[in-house]
């Protein structure tokens, strides 16, 4: 069974780089599906950040303006979150997902971490 | 972008109720929608895909209805588990939004 867990640090500077990784257990991250990232923000709803994909295919949603990166490491089963210039509107729980599918491109998020609070304070 | 209203925002609901929450689309999805149960402290759960399609392991007292901008997930006799707080997503188009949320309450 798939298992997800973010780590990081709980706390990130404004105008700094907030970073997280998310590590995947019990399933390939080569295995044919796409890795995501949502936050939610306190007291407020989901927000999709991005989804990545072993080979490098990457697409993220255009209300970061170009702050987001994500990546994988095969190696370790990870992937990652990076996010650029970071203000209080970033203070949000962040969560790793799966992306997985089925037929006529139903696309949907089947499997979660349990998320990691990250403040943006000075 | 695709923008989801839910509605209502909050529900207060006996045990043993059945209730209904709704969500619209912007434009239509066709049947491109998700419903997630979210929980203090707890990984969230998908609960629907593809408008009614039932998770694996997920109850048969949770069902999802519609297609193109209007849906509804229905919840059949409500457990102490239930109350919880409820989030739509389509995933037609990107940004894959989600609306806004409905938290069911215990009455």
């Known amino acids: 069974q798939v298992q997800l867990q973010e780590s990081g640090p709980g706390l990130a500077r404004p105008s700094e780089t907030l970073s997280l990784i998310c590590s995947v257990s019990?399933?390939?991250?080569?295995?044919?599906?796409?890795w995501a990232w949502i936050r939610q923000p306190p007291g407020k709803g989901l927000e999709w950040i991005g989804s990545?994909?072993?080979?490098?295919?990457?697409y993220y949603n255009p209300s970061l303006r170009g702050r987001v990166t994500l990546s994988v490491d095969t190696s370790k089963n990870q992937f990652s979150l990076k996010l650029d210039s970071v203000t209080a509107a970033d203070t949000a729980v962040y969560y790793c997902a799966r992306r997985a599918f089925s037929g006529y491109d139903h696309y949907y998020f089947d499997s979660w971490g349990q998320g990691t609070l990250v403040a943006v304070s000075s | 972008d695709i923008q989801m209203t839910q509605s209502p925002s909050s529900l207060s609901a006996s045990v043993g109720d059945r209730v209904t929450i709704t969500c619209r689309a912007s434009q239509s999805i066709s049947s491109y929608l998700n419903w997630y149960q979210l929980k203090p402290g707890k990984a969230p759960q998908l609960l629907i895909y593809a408008a009614s399609s039932l998770q694996n392991g997920v109850p048969s007292r949770f069902s999802g209805s519609g297609s193109g901008t209007d849906f509804t997930l229905t919840i059949n006799a409500l457990q102490p588990e239930d109350f919880a707080t409820y989030y739509c997503q389509q995933s037609r188009r990107s940004p894959y939004n989600f609306g806004q949320g409905t938290k069911l309450e215990i009455k």
């Open positions: 990545t994909y072993h080979s490098g295919d990457t």
């Open positions: 019990g399933f390939s991250i080569r295995s044919g599906y796409y």
